[in-house]
């Protein structure tokens, strides 16, 4: 699959990337949102996957920026973040992400939450 990262981390941008690469999706990365939509619609991934919170644009805005756009709707949205109470989830999925991942992430399972995230997100 086609994924896009997006997050102000430089490090967990360098976890994610290598996790996803192993197992063999094309990666893309960004460090922040604003920067993102216009490569996004250049290039549109299968699967955005984005914090939660960052500066300028955040998570919850840069999907509303996705599901606005035309051109990406087909694309998934997940979310990865610390912030893991029910208020956060319910916003992601009102926003309609197609899944949640909680940090602190682990490389070896990354992966495989995100397939099994895109093989169940309508």
């Avoid at 939509?37 to 300028?56: G, S, V, W, Y």
Wanted: aromatic residues 4%; charged residues 25%.
């Amino acid at each position: 699959m086609k994924i896009a990262l997006v997050d102000d981390d430089p490090d967990l941008i360098e976890v994610v990337y290598l996790a996803l690469s192993q197992a063999g999706h094309d990666v893309i990365t960004s460090p922040a949102g604003a920067t993102a939509i216009p490569a996004l619609r250049e290039n549109p991934p299968d699967i955005l996957i984005t914090d939660l919170m960052m500066a300028e644009v955040d998570g919850l805005e840069l999907c509303d920026l996705v599901k606005a756009s035309p051109q990406l709707t087909n694309m998934k949205v997940i979310f990865i973040s610390a912030r893991t109470g029910d208020l956060w989830k319910q916003k992601a999925k009102d926003c309609g992400a197609a899944g949640f991942i909680e940090k602190p992430i682990d490389p070896i399972t990354f992966a495989a939450k995100v397939e099994q995230i895109a093989a169940h997100a309508v």
